[in-house]
């Protein structure tokens, strides 16, 4: 019987690039889900949800699916991607000269020809110092 297909639920170049490095062949097919907060949901709660969600959209029969997530986080606040230019400078000038958390969760799952999937999944939260920015290097 053929190997299952390693598949990666994400279009972000940097975990294609640890793929790759690895020799793996694997399809990339990004996962389209909902990436907002629900009430209460803690950082970590977030970050698994979103990448077990996004396993769960792209996992078919006799596949391997690997999906993640990174968020950044201050004063436990998510604080989410920029959606332009000007949220960016204000998200850099918030934690310019702080301290922040960068949690990035990660599901696998395994989904057989036959029979329920298995997933297993992780985390893991990186403490981040930040320079200080001046406002024109911002």
Known sequence: M???RLVLASSSPRRS???SRL???FEI????VDEGTHDGESPVGYATR????KASAIATA???TIAADTIVVLDDQILGKPIDATRAAEILTMLSGRCHQVITA???TLSPIEGPSTTVAGTETTQVEFANLSADRI
């Open 2 to 4: 053929a190997q299952p």
């Open 17 to 19: 690039e640890i793929l």
């Open 23 to 25: 020799a793996l062949d």
């Open 29 to 32: 097919r990004p996962a389209d």
């Open 50 to 53: 979103v990448a077990t969600d």
């Open 62 to 64: 006799h596949t391997v």
């Open 106 to 108: 990660v599901v696998v």
